[in-house]
């Protein structure tokens, strides 16, 4: 479905130009209307501000002058003041309108946009498997890229590869110096892994080893072939081992764009060239921005006394790229990032480029605790699928042992991913989370696999149903309420898509898996005759179609049985 012009949005946008019109005011406070009524405005409170007069008069004479309006009249919105508080109620005519297309595949895809995303998610140092905290990255970048695309936008979705730090310094030395034999059945970001924890501990115990760390960082920014080979070759390893990971969760890249990249093509020599004509620049032994007249205390290092650029240096390279051939940039990162982000766009703007939007998180653990790759203290993505998907396979054994083992391991795989998915996404990202294990497989309450069911049931009773007429009325207070649920998904779509709050999504589906469980339970579905059953049906398709247009947006599988 491409093209769907959203019809509460429609007549949301008729409804705030009269507001303009009638009232004078850009900002019309136009809002949910709650139990009330569908929208509200509470303008009489700032017209009364001016006018001297009680917020419940104003109200009054603007619901006088709107009521009068072909405008409104034509798309079928009552208007009435509750005291201070304009209300607008629209009729059953949009609804009507809404489930003709919640019906159809695609329900929710807005109309294609001229306008080009780049979203780098996931960029995780590739000196071990990705972890636990690492995965609550990927879940929301791999959330709004798909939000984007049902949004229409343009979008590449990157992943940014640090392939010159110390830490892959410190992997390129353990290859050369250590055991490096590689274990049956070792998975390659494992090994990478085990040797980079084997090296640290060598370093704990020999400093010195540290300046061979250096030297080798030195030789990879010149260019030096050898050891840009060795330096690629053990990336490439660990990439190759993070992609069967990210397959697993179902994410997805469109390109790995390396960091050293921005070395052989000279843009990094081009931004320190023009950070060094910037007033804040300190050309010293080192080259640094002094930002405190934006509020930074910290000096942002470019490039080291040694010659070498930092790895702000690389980014700033990627990131003007970025801004040249993409319209709107957004990075998500995690909170601990938030201060060399900020110097980041600071420096973007100063440079006259555009500054990325950066999603922060906080961070997801495990009861088990705090993770360090370094240490060797950590829970693997790897482990915590294969956990989920046992767990998942012995709830789904005790709720059908009558299905064979290859179906009921379908299942599982499937429940296992919307567990960790559906968890990790519902909390906004500013609040750090625990993955409880037990509560995301709860089948009953807040979970991924409870919208699954919800859409499995909505499966079964359209397949016990047999053919039957589209019927787009509703009638009954429940068949409104879900119906109206049903309408508010392509507004979640493009809220989610403007303000990069992926929770927001998230929390539809939950609603929605409510509303009609609530509705399956007070009304007759398939005991109903004529055309009420008929136009039941309809709403049971239409939340079937919702439900799975709402989960695969989440990239969760919207399976038919559980």
């Not at 798309?75 to 209300?87: D, F, K, L, M, S």
């Not at 960029?123 to 890229?145: E, F, K, M, Q, Y």
């Not at 240490?375 to 915590?384: E, I, P, R, T």
Request: charge should be negative; glycine fraction near 6%.
């Amino acid at each position: 479905m491409e093209g769907y012009e959203d019809p509460f949005k429609i007549r949301k946008t008729i409804i705030v130009k009269v507001l303009h019109e009638s009232t004078g005011e850009q900002d019309v406070q136009l809002v949910d209307g709650g139990e009330h009524a569908d929208l509200a405005s509470t303008i009489a409170f700032t017209l009364a501000k001016k006018q001297k007069t009680s917020p419940a008069r104003i109200a009054q004479d603007l619901i006088t002058i709107m009521n009068k309006n072909p405008e409104l009249q034509a798309i079928g919105v009552h208007t009435e003041a509750n005291g201070p508080y304009i209300n607008f109620t629209l009729d059953t005519s949009y609804l009507i309108e809404s489930l003709q297309a919640a019906v159809k595949p695609g329900y929710g895809s807005l109309t294609k946009k001229g306008i080009r995303v780049v979203l780098e998610h996931t960029s995780a140092n590739p000196n071990g498997p990705l972890h636990v905290g690492h995965i609550r990255n990927s879940i929301i970048g791999d959330t709004l890229a798909r939000v984007f695309r049902k949004a229409g936008y343009g979008l590449e979705v990157q992943y940014y590869v640090n392939d010159m730090g110390r830490q892959i310094a410190i992997v390129v030395w353990g290859f050369d110096n250590l055991d490096n034999t590689q274990q049956v059945g070792e998975k390659e970001d494992a090994h990478i892994a085990r040797v980079y924890i084997a090296a640290n501990r060598e370093i704990e115990k020999d400093p010195s080893i540290t300046q061979q760390v250096n030297t080798l960082m030195q030789l990879v920014e010149r260019g030096d072939p050898a050891t840009v080979k060795k330096f690629r070759r053990e990336v490439s390893r660990c990439l190759d081992g993070f992609t069967v990971t990210l397959k697993d969760l179902n994410v997805k890249h469109d390109r790995f764009v390396w960091e050293s990249d921005f070395i052989r093509n000279g843009y990094t020599e081009r931004i320190i060239a023009k950070i060094k004509k910037l007033p804040q620049a300190e050309d010293e032994e080192t080259l640094a921005l002094d930002l405190k007249e934006f509020g930074f205390t910290n000096k942002y290092v470019i490039r080291r006394s040694d010659g070498t650029s930092v790895y702000a240096a690389r980014d700033l390279a990627y990131h003007t790229w970025k801004s040249a051939n993409f319209d709107r940039v957004i990075d998500v990162l995690g909170a601990d990032h938030k201060l060399i982000a900020a110097q980041l766009q600071c420096t973007m703007k100063l440079l006259g480029e555009k500054a990325p939007e950066i999603v922060h998180f906080e961070f997801v653990s495990l009861p088990e605790g705090s993770m360090s790759t370094r240490a060797g203290k950590f829970v693997s993505s790897d482990d915590l699928i294969t956990q989920i998907r046992k767990r998942a396979f012995d709830e789904v054994t005790v709720r059908r042992p009558e299905l064979d083992e290859e179906t009921r391991k379908s299942i599982a795989k499937s429940v296992g991913l919307a567990a960790i998915r559906y968890d990790i996404i519902k909390v906004t990202p500013e609040k750090s989370t625990v993955f409880d294990w037990k509560e995301a497989l709860d089948f009953e309450r807040q979970s991924g696999p409870y919208i699954q069911y919800a859409h499995a049931r909505a499966c079964s009773i359209l397949e016990k149903a047999g053919s039957f007429s589209l019927c787009y009325e509703v009638k009954t207070d429940q068949e409104i309420a879900l119906a109206k649920e049903i309408a508010k998904f392509p507004s979640v779509i493009e809220r989610v898509a403007e303000d990069l709050h992926p929770h927001v999504l998230a929390t539809y589906a939950r609603e929605l898996a409510d509303i009609f469980n609530t509705f399956y339970h007070y009304e007759q579905v398939l005991k109903s005759e004529a055309q009420v059953r008929e136009r039941r049906l309809t709403l049971v398709k239409s939340v079937q179609n919702t439900l799975k247009e709402a989960l695969e947006t989440l990239g969760i599988d919207a399976i038919n049985t559980m």
